[in-house]
């Protein structure tokens, strides 16, 4: 009976609506999506683009809004896996078939499998990978591999291109391809990529900062696709940079227990003092301690 009525009053413990703003951004996402796919179809992929890289900043905020918030939850995190899973890999992979690869006909359908079946796979490791809690400290400033939002921006970087420049090649089937195939080998890989989830600015960079993000922001306002193409070539630039740093972090930490290791060491090897010899030692084992007499009563 008790047991019964503790199930019930957990039942019955209501949640603030606070509660459900990660969730909302998330759904949110799914919709905005779900819309693009659907523009796609239709042959307007600019609009159908545009409505992805709205879906990513809804991605991003709805993590934003839960660790601000405090709110992690199971059904926040599985919702938020289903969502990136079509938003980042089955709308990117079908409107790249339909926009380049239908040429193809059935090695460019197999070629859109293969991404979101890559992009699947790279979520569901990202899933069990964060449960670890004996993950080396560098890779909590790295995601392994691409992660899924730019991933999917990648993939549509030649139809971005395509609407910044008008170069018929970027419509080439089999650069189109490349691309995803590509891309899909990078999120599945083991290749670190930088992570700005636990990015910290000092105070005299906030400024400098903001001033940067607010020319990115006029430039995507006034040339929207030419400035996504550069932000794609950056991203791809950062990688190697990232390869770099990532394993000079990794060097680092496992330098840190030897270290302190050896330190420990010449601290116990200072408290004892060096090693006797053969006839101190012995000297030693001769002497007999001197304990004061007792006074008798």
């Not at 971005?160 to 419509?171: D, K, L, M, N, T």
Request: proline content about 7%; overall charge positive; aromatic content about 8%.
């Amino acid at each position: 009976m008790m047991l019964r009525n503790r199930r019930r009053h957990r039942q019955r413990i209501r949640r603030p609506l606070l509660h459900m703003v990660p969730n909302l951004f998330t759904i949110l996402s799914l919709c905005a999506g779900l819309t693009g796919l659907r523009y796609g179809l239709d042959g307007r992929y600019d609009l159908a683009v545009a409505l992805i890289i709205a879906a990513a900043v809804l991605d991003g905020l709805d993590g934003r809004a839960a660790r601000l918030l405090n709110i992690q939850s199971k059904l926040g995190a599985e919702l938020d896996s289903l969502a990136d899973f079509f938003n980042f890999g089955v709308a990117p992979a079908v409107l790249v078939y339909y926009w380049a690869l239908q040429p193809m006909r059935g090695l460019g359908w197999a070629v859109a499998m293969v991404f979101a079946v890559c992009c699947a796979l790279r979520l569901a490791r990202f899933n069990i990978e964060s449960e670890d809690p004996q993950r080396p400290r560098w890779m909590q400033h790295f995601f392994t591999g691409v992660p899924a939002p730019a991933a999917a921006g990648l993939a549509l970087s030649p139809m971005i291109s395509w609407f910044a420049f008008g170069h018929p090649w970027s419509q080439s089937w089999l650069l189109n391809a490349l691309v995803l195939v590509v891309v899909a080998i990078l999120m599945v890989s083991r290749v670190p990529t930088f992570s700005a989830k636990r990015l910290r600015l000092e105070p005299d960079q906030i400024v400098p900062t903001l001033a940067i993000a607010g020319l990115v922001m006029a430039f995507l306002v006034t040339e929207p696709w030419l400035t996504l193409t550069l932000l794609a070539l950056l991203y791809v630039f950062s990688i190697p940079i990232g390869v770099a740093v990532a394993g000079r972090m990794r060097r680092e930490e496992a330098l840190l227990p030897a270290q302190a290791n050896g330190a420990g060491a010449q601290t116990v090897a200072a408290e004892t003092g060096p090693p006797a010899s053969g006839s101190d030692q012995a000297s030693r084992e001769r002497v007999v301690p001197f304990e004061p007499r007792q006074s008798r009563p």
